[in-house]
């Protein structure tokens, strides 16, 4: 826990946001990054919320900006998340 909070810390004096990220995500959210269709055998779906448990932080991250065109001054973005990643792969 020290090595995380380390890496967020430093994150922060980067400039970076941090992001608590939610653990779970519509579809449009896992085709946004690419998990779907492709990695949808090493994802965990909620059949009865019609979610996904994330694969990593990346996914609700960057589906923040989905649907949002950023402006010059609005770049770079910054942000960081630390979060459980659920995935049914070999050695996760």
Known sequence: RALIQFFLDEAGK??????????????????GTGQLPDKEGQMYFVNEDNLYLIPTAEVPVTNLYRDVILTDDQ????NCAYSACFRREAGS
């Open 14 to 31: 980067a400039g970076y946001l941090e992001i608590q990220p939610p653990y779970v995500v519509n579809e449009a959210s896992g085709y």
């Open 75 to 78: 770049l770079p973005v910054k």
